[in-house]
Every structure is written in structure tokens, then in C-alpha cells.
């Protein structure tokens, strides 16, 4: 039993091993023949994709080489500008040429020229909201970005689509750190070898281009690792222009409200901050108007970020900020172009200093000149009118107080016809014929006659003057004719004391310019400018010694009280007798009280003056004096055409009344230096000369009275 029962036992494991050696073959076989498929499933594969695994292979290499080369030099460029970029406190002050600041007789800042910079300011020395303001407007992120802004990007790119541009033009989402490269120029100095001018300089700088733009990109993202957020916002502070030559917030919050940058309230940050997009065209020196919509606009924002109530937000916008009362400038533009022209170009226009220029300008009476001319010219001046106008006022001693060179206002570089235009004089000349005279021997009341006269001309036909009136009155004071404006008696006497006194008396008083020797010169035929002349009248207040009409009175540098230019006073010579300049005043006094001057004429203050008007009424004048002040008054036209119905004594003389009214101080005001006849000079009272006049000189009396009424 035990045999078999091994038997069966052996039997079964022999079945079970031959089973499992069955098995085995067959998965041995079965791995043989996936042997032998394999290899050739592989070198079909292979075969196919050779190529592009060789070429991606190639490619790879050849990218990551590419990829650290260019990063290598992008590394050492961008370690270059790191290097290479100065100390914040140099960038500071990034202007080209230096400025000009120009103050009135009481030493008050009124006008400047070039780029100002103020005082040197950073982000933690001015107002909070004037950072806050600056912040909300051009960059939100400004804290929480690595010198460029995606989302800013983003965001510019929409609103460009969303208005039908290109998602490149308009907005272009730069922060701040991006618009401080561009102000520095991508670190580029101003080299005057490579541009013109400053101007083409900062224009190429602020080019807009996509290379320019990335350039800049690269260049904010170095400037955030070179300087700290609070340097890149401090430069940012003194670099941007603000219009009207302002260069940095501190200059902008000096011209426009006349108060450091520290103490700006909300509105006028908010005023100042939404300058940044157009400087020219929000300037509040330009439009008041348009510079607080804007800065309505930056109010919202600051609302929207939670730099300031809702409440703050809406007082603001009810109670706008507006200029300082030195800020709304008067237009002082013509005089202070008059006095860069006189001062050599490298302290002026070509300075690379920061100059002071002290002047005799005083801006209250500019002020009350301008409103007087406009009040004139607005009630009496025909609509459509092409009548152009000058103004200059002086002291005595030459110094101009203002100047008005055109009726277009506070205009850089306009046609001063104040000082540049050269205008026939007519009977303004006058006086300079009569003063000769007087010197000569001939008094106040001398006889003279108004009758015809003709002088024969070499080279041409005889010459005969004629009156205004076209008529004569026969014999007459000389107070008389001059008060008239009568043109026979002027001659006369210019025949009679000489031509040539009469042109040396006009240049003993200041008028240099070409005076013709021919009968013509006493009807004021040479040319001069309003300047000129009123500088010859004030020397006639002035007891008939030269005065040279003067504005500036003393130029330093900045920092610097050591002057470069000053204005010395020394002792002029007379070129007139006292008497003499005081018989002339009384017949300037007459020409107001009852000559052709009467609109001209002021009760409560003792003045004198003379009228003007030249042939075809081209141009008209008048000037006259107090004890304080010359004023002369140009009308005229700048393509020299006829004026209709304007003559000196009408618009011009109503002009000077008004000006005169304005700035006077009747407790300042003395009586003038002239003579004071008993009785006024008449026939019954005058005195002959050394010969007898011609008693039966042809002429009908009634007639003569009658027109004399008439005058």
C-alpha cells in the first residue's frame, strides 16, 4: 500500500514538472519571438524620426548656447548702467542750460526765462498729498513693482484699443521708475557736439519707439535695483517739467502759487500733479480753466485709492485752486524780452548759470496800465480793428516802470512795438523845435505868425506846409501855436534857429537815429521808437538832461551777491537851460488845459504832454508827464495804413488819461517844474521879437478867429 501509494505520488509531481517544463517552453518560445520583432519595430522608428531627433538635438544646443550668451552680454550690459550710473544727488539737477530770474523795483520774482529748479526737494520733504496726488496719477503700483508694471501695460493696451488706436500709441502705461529713465535720458548726457540745442536734445530723449520702450523697461528695472524707491520718486520730483519754465514741483509750486512744495493743500497738489500729462497745455499760467478740470480728474483718483474722503474730494472740486497773485503774472513779456536784448546772449539765453536780474519793473503799475489800455480800447475801439498799440512808462530819471508792446498779451518773443518799431514822430516832435527855439531867445510869449510859407528844396519842387485845419490864423503867442500843433510856426522856427540846432537838440535828448536836413525834420518826419521818444520827454521833466531810458539795474549769479552787470547813476549832462525846460512845461501844461490834448487833461494832478498824429493819420501819439511818471502812448498799424479817426489827441490821449488816473497817488504828486505867467500870453500881453513882424500880413482875421474857435 505504501509503494503505491509513493508510486502515485511520484507520478503526479513527474506530471506537474513536465506541465511546468511545457509552460516554460512555451513562454520561452513565445519571448524568442517577441525578441526577434522588437529590434526591428525600433529600426523602423528610428529610421523615421532620425532627422528630427538629430535636428532637435542640434536646435537644443544651439539654443541653450544662445540663450546664455545672450543673457551673459544682457548681464554685463545691464552691469555696465549699474555701474556706470551716477550718485542720485547728481542726477538731481538735469538741466542743460541754466535760467533767469528777473525781480521788480521791490525785489519780488515777476517774470523768468530758461528752466527754473527750486530748492532741491525729495519724497519725504514735500506735502503728503502732493505725493499722494502724483502717485494715484501715474502709478498706482508704484510701491509693489520691479521698475515696470504688466498689468499697467495690460491695462494701456485696452484703453488704446477701446479709443481706435493702436495698442502701442497713446497710453503707453509707463510707472513712474520708466518715465525718471526717460527723464534722465537713459542716462545720456547733453552733449553739444551731437544736438543743436537742449530742445532737440530732450526731443530726441523723448522719442517714442517699441525699441526705445524696451530700453527704457531694461533701464527702469536697473534704476530700481541702483537707487531705492524714494530716490527714483525724488528725482522724478525735480526733473519733470511743469510748464512755464517750472523743471521739478518745487519751481511749479513757487511760480504758480507762490509757496514751497511742502505746504501745498489738496487742491493745488492735485492741480500740479495733473500737469504731468501736458505741461503747456494745463499750465494754469495758460488756461486757469482747463488746469482745474484736470485737476478735478486727479481729485477722483485720489478718491478711488483712499488717499482722501469724499467729503475732501468734493470741497476741492467746489473750491478749486487757483494762480497766486504773483503766479497770475501781468504781461510782462515785452519788457522782459526789451531787457534780455540788452544783455549779452551767455547770460541770457545761452546761460549755463543760474542768473538774477534786478529791474526797475514794477508790476502794480503794469497791472493797472494793461486793464486801463483794455478798458480804452474795449469801449472805444471799432470791432475787427487792426490798430496795433505801445505803451511805455518811466520814471524822470529813465527808469521803465512797464511796457506794453501790442495788444497780444504775455506772448514770448512778440514783436515789441514798443522798443522796435520805428514810427514817425509828427507834432510829438514838436517840442524838440520849440525848446531850440526857446533856447535861442525866443520866450512863451513870443509873437509869432501863422501865415503860409514855402521853402524851395534843391533837387525838387518847393515845399509848402500845411496846417491840420488847412487854414492860418495869422499872429499868434508861441504858447499859442504850440498848444494848436500849428505846423507853419514850427517850421518857421526851425528855419529860423537852424536845422541843425533842431537835430542836436533831438540827439542831445536821445534820438540817434538818421534826421533828415530838410525842412520836413520839425514836422517830425525821421523815425523813432516810443522809447526813444518818451526817453527825450522824460529829459525834458528831468531839467533838460539826457536820460537814457534803462530796466535792469543789477545782474548776479545765483548764491552769489557779487554783481556781474549793475547800473551806475552818474551826474548828466544839461542839455537844456532850467528856463528853458520851464516855459516848454507851461506850453505842454496849456496843450491840456485848452490845446489839442483837452481828453488828456486831469484836474486833481498838474500834467503835460503833446499830441501827435502823423500824415494820412498812419500813426498817433501822445505823450505827457507827471512829476512822477513820462507815459507815451503809440497807435498804429503794423502794415502802416491810415487809422480811421484816430488821432493823438483822441484814443491815444483817453489811453495816457486813464494809465495816469490808475497809477497815481495824489499825495505823492508835486507841482510841475514850469514857469507861472500871471496872465496867460496873448497878443495884448506877448512880446516882438528884435524886428517888427509884418503887420499887413495877407490873412482875414474873422476867419482866422473863427477856425482858431474851431481848433
Request: proline content about 4%; overall charge positive.
Amino acid at each position: 500500500m505504501k509503494i503505491s501509494k509513493n508510486k502515485n505520488s511520484s507520478s503526479k509531481i513527474k506530471k506537474s514538472s513536465d506541465k511546468r517544463s511545457s509552460n516554460s517552453k512555451r513562454r520561452t518560445y513565445t519571448n524568442k519571438k517577441s525578441t526577434h520583432s522588437k529590434p526591428l519595430l525600433q529600426k523602423i522608428i528610428s529610421i523615421v524620426l532620425f532627422p528630427f531627433i538629430w535636428s532637435l538635438n542640434k536646435l537644443w544646443a544651439v539654443m541653450w548656447r544662445t540663450v546664455l550668451f545672450c543673457s551673459l552680454i544682457l548681464f554685463g550690459i545691464a552691469t555696465f548702467i549699474y555701474i556706470t550710473l551716477p550718485p542720485y544727488e547728481d542726477l538731481v539737477d538735469g538741466r542743460a542750460r541754466g535760467s533767469v530770474t528777473f525781480l521788480d523795483k521791490n525785489g519780488n520774482t515777476f517774470a523768468w526765462r530758461g528752466d527754473q529748479l527750486g530748492d532741491i526737494i525729495t519724497s519725504t520733504s514735500i506735502s503728503p498729498m502732493l505725493k499722494n496726488a502724483i502717485v494715484a496719477t501715474e502709478d498706482k503700483r508704484y510701491y509693489r513693482h520691479l521698475g515696470i508694471s504688466p498689468r499697467g501695460i495690460l491695462g494701456a493696451i485696452k484703453t488704446n484699443l477701446k479709443a481706435g488706436r493702436g495698442p502701442l500709441k497713446g497710453s503707453g502705461g509707463s510707472t513712474i521708475t520708466q518715465q525718471t529713465a526717460k527723464l534722465i535720458c537713459l542716462g545720456k548726457e547733453y552733449n553739444p557736439n551731437k544736438w543743436e540745442s537742449e530742445r532737440e536734445y530732450e526731443a530726441d530723449c523723448r522719442k517714442i519707439t517699441k525699441t526705445r520702450k524696451i530700453k527704457e523697461a531694461i533701464f527702469a528695472v536697473i534704476m530700481e535695483f541702483r537707487y531705492t524707491k524714494d530716490e527714483i520718486l525724488s528725482l522724478y520730483l525735480n526733473r519733470a517739467y511743469l510748464g512755464a519754465g517750472s523743471r521739478g514741483f518745487e519751481a511749479a509750486s513757487q511760480r504758480y502759487f507762490n509757496t514751497s512744495s511742502s505746504k501745498l493743500n489738496i487742491g493745488q497738489s492735485a492741480m500740479l500733479a495733473g500737469l504731468l500729462k501736458a505741461p503747456s497745455t494745463y499750465a494754469p499760467t495758460s488756461n486757469i480753466h482747463k488746469a482745474q478740470a484736470r485737476a478735478n480728474v486727479v481729485l477722483k483718483l485720489m478718491h478711488q485709492q483712499k488717499y482722501i474722503t469724499n467729503t475732501e474730494k468734493q470741497f476741492f472740486i467746489s473750491n478749486p485752486a487757483n494762480l497766486s497773485s504773483r503766479g497770475s503774472a501781468n504781461n510782462s513779456s515785452y519788457f522782459v524780452d526789451w531787457i534780455m536784448g540788452s544783455i549779452p546772449p551767455f547770460l541770457t539765453r545761452k546761460t549755463m548759470e543760474d542768473v538774477i536780474i534786478k529791474t526797475t519793473f514794477d508790476s502794480l503799475i503794469q497791472s493797472k496800465a494793461e486793464r486801463a489800455v483794455n478798458t480804452i480800447l474795449k469801449n472805444k475801439l471799432r470791432k475787427g480793428s487792426l490798430a496795433e498799440i505801445a505803451v511805455v512808462i518811466m520814471s524822470p530819471d529813465g527808469a521803465v516802470r512797464g511796457m506794453i508792446g501790442g495788444r497780444e498779451a504775455n506772448k514770448v518773443g512778440s514783436f515789441n512795438r514798443a522798443t522796435q518799431a520805428k514810427r514817425q514822430t509828427g507834432s510829438i516832435f514838436k517840442p524838440l523845435v520849440y525848446a531850440t527855439a526857446l533856447e535861442k531867445g525866443f520866450k512863451y510869449n513870443t509873437i509869432v505868425e501863422d501865415t503860409p510859407i514855402s521853402i524851395p528844396v534843391p533837387g525838387s519842387s518847393t515845399w509848402t506846409p500845411k496846417n491840420y485845419s488847412r487854414d492860418f490864423i495869422g499872429k499868434t503867442t508861441l504858447t499859442d501855436a504850440f498848444k494848436l500843433s500849428i505846423n507853419t510856426v514850427a517850421v518857421k522856427l526851425s528855419e529860423e534857429v537852424g536845422r541843425d540846432n533842431v537835430i542836436k537838440t533831438a540827439k542831445n535828448l536821445g534820438l540817434y537815429n538818421d534826421l533828415p536836413n530838410s525842412p520836413s525834420v520839425a514836422l517830425g518826419t525821421s523815425e523813432h521808437t516810443l522809447l526813444e521818444i518818451t526817453g527825450a520827454y522824460a529829459g525834458i521833466l528831468n531839467g533838460g538832461k539826457y536820460v537814457t531810458p534803462y530796466g535792469l539795474t543789477k545782474l548776479r549769479l545765483k548764491n552769489n551777491d557779487t554783481p556781474l552787470m549793475e547800473k551806475k547813476f552818474t551826474s548828466k549832462e544839461r542839455t537844456l537851460s532850467q528856463n528853458t525846460t520851464e516855459q516848454l512845461i507851461y506850453m505842454m501844461h496849456r496843450t491840456l488845459q485848452d490845446g489839442t490834448g483837452t481828453k488828456a487833461n486831469i484836474k486833481e494832478i498838474e500834467v503835460a504832454g503833446k499830441t501827435g498824429t502823423t500824415q494820412n493819420q498812419r500813426d498817433a501819439w501822445f505823450i505827457g508827464f507827471t512829476t512822477q511818471h513820462v507815459v507815451g502812448v503809440w497807435m498804429g498799424n503794423d502794415k502802416n495804413l491810415s487809422l480811421t479817426g484816430v488821432t493823438g489827441g483822441g484814443l491815444p490821449a483817453e489811453i495816457w488819461r486813464e494809465i495816469i488816473i490808475r497809477i497815481s497817488d495824489d499825495s505823492s504828486y508835486k507841482q510841475l517844474p514850469m514857469i507861472r505867467p500871471k496872465a496867460p500870453p496873448t497878443l495884448l500881453n506877448g512880446t516882438y521879437r528884435n524886428y517888427e513882424l509884418n503887420l499887413k500880413s495877407d490873412f482875414n482875421i474873422f476867419k482866422s478867429i473863427k477856425n482858431l474857435f474851431k481848433q
